[in-house]
């Protein structure tokens, strides 16, 4: 059945749609904007006409939320799990699997194929989304080519607290990638910005205006045409560690988006992530294994030795 909720303003000033997503948490502020522009929200008992609207103190806001649309649990394949226990659990994400439903990705994601484990903590939470919103205890994406590790919150507390390490850069992510060519030094710092492109808007850019963006990088092996680089993002842009490569002139092997020679997928693998834990404050560090079409093109050109004691 669909749920109505009331909340009243406490102070002047605060737009509508930045209220409400403060309070119906999980939900996205894209999302409540969509609700205001179908008609589901009122202000002290008037239709509110625009998600801009600059709340008064005493305003009564009221939200009539859709019944929640279960996400469907994928049964197209399953997801090697690293850890597990009731707050959180990684996995070591499979290329080829989106995160999250979005665009034209609505099925067999990794969230549907999660959500039998997800569903206990986040039924209740993520009423008033829909299929096509619900992002239950993600809070860091690998992109869809991308393999490694990932972890989903089991709570919405879980996901908070992951959430503000992740803002905070309490989180350290290890990347293993092949690249194009080899950098002249064992190791280096790229620094730049990076924004959508503006001619190819599918596309991320090294570009000005654009966010900061930082990666260190040190090359574990180097090949007559190419390398292996160990590569650590310190801030989370979209295809960061993508873009950031093939601006200086090493795009990921595979990565046909970013001029990268042709192949199946990037070959960019995230090897190891260390955070807190969301409830006990233990440090945990997960590794992902290297993946067979990595390990195999390392093999092919004689590096059958793969150095992962000197990553750990």
Same mark, same amino acid.
């Given at each position: ?55 008064e103190a005493g305003d009564e806001v009221s939200v009539?939320?859709? !019944? ?31 995160? &999250? ?30 299929? &096509? ?38 989180? !350290? ?42 990666? !260190? ?6 090949f007559p045409d190419d390398s292996l680089l160990e ?18 002139? &090493? ?17 960019? &693998? ?22 067979a079409d990595m390990r195999e093109a390392l093999i ?13």
């Open positions: 059945m669909p749920e109505n909720k009331t909340f009243r303003a406490e102070g002047g000033e605060d737009r509508l749609d930045k209220f409400l997503a403060g309070k119906l948490r999980p939900l996205t502020r894209t999302y409540v904007q969509k609700l205001i522009a179908g008609g589901h929200v009122s202000v002290n008992g008037g239709p509110a006409k625009t998600s801009r609207r600059r709340l009539l939320l859709p !019944e929640f649309s279960a996400l469907p649990a994928s049964a197209a394949g399953s997801v090697p799990v690293l850890f597990e226990d009731g707050e959180i659990i990684v996995v070591d994400k499979p290329s080829g699997v989106v995160v &999250h439903p979005a665009g034209p990705h609505q099925s067999d994601t990794l969230v549907q194929r999660l959500w039998p484990k997800l569903a206990a903590g986040w039924g209740e939470a993520l009423r008033g989304t829909s299929l &096509h919103t619900a992002r239950p205890g993600v809070v860091h994406r690998l992109d869809k080519g991308t393999s490694g590790v990932l972890v989903i919150a089991k709570t919405p507390g879980a996901a908070e607290r992951l959430s503000r390490q992740f803002s905070e850069r309490g989180v !350290e992510k290890t990347y293993l990638a092949l690249v194009r060519g080899s950098p002249k030094a064992a190791s280096g710092v790229v620094r730049s910005t990076v924004g959508r492109d503006r001619r190819r808007p599918s596309r991320m850019s090294v570009t000005d205006p654009g966010r900061p963006a930082i990666l !260190e990088f040190k090359v574990l092996g180097r590569v650590r993002p310190l801030t989370g842009r979209t295809h960061q560690i993508r873009v950031q490569l093939a601006s200086v002139g &090493h795009p990921v092997l595979g990565d046909s988006t970013y001029e990268g020679p042709p192949g199946d997928r990037p070959l960019l &693998h995230a090897f190891r992530l260390a955070f807190d834990h969301p409830k006990t404050g233990r440090r945990m560090v997960v590794t992902a294994p290297l993946p092919s050109r004689k590096f059958d030795a793969f150095p992962l004691d000197k990553l750990k």
